[in-house]
């Protein structure tokens, strides 16, 4: 049994067993460092980044993102990824003070 994963472009196909992705990634390597799942961000465009959305504390979409992506995010970027969408994001949080303990 396998998990496919439709990519842009179009004929770029990846399979995967089910239990294999990024949220699973990002869990693990979260527990290993010892920190909160619920204070990570993770930013995603892809079908495969749906997990890693899902599973941390705060999921951006990106601009450019799959539809699938956008709806499961908390919030989308105003840019793409080509226009440096994910520090443009985060330069803002840090400027809202949106990274401050209990923020």
Known sequence: MCHTIRGAPPF????LDPA????EGV????????????RC??????????EMIKI?????????????????ADSVTPKTNAEDGVSDYLENMLLKNKFAVGA
């Open 41 to 50: 961000v993770a930013f995603g465009d892809g079908d495969n980044d749906l």
């Open 12 to 15: 770029f196909v990846e399979l």
């Open 20 to 23: 294999v992705n990024k949220g």
């Open 56 to 72: 941390v504390g705060h999921g951006v979409a990106m601009a450019n993102a799959r539809d699938l992506i956008k709806d499961s």
């Open 27 to 38: 869990r693990r390597l979260v527990a290993e460092l010892g920190l909160d799942l619920a």
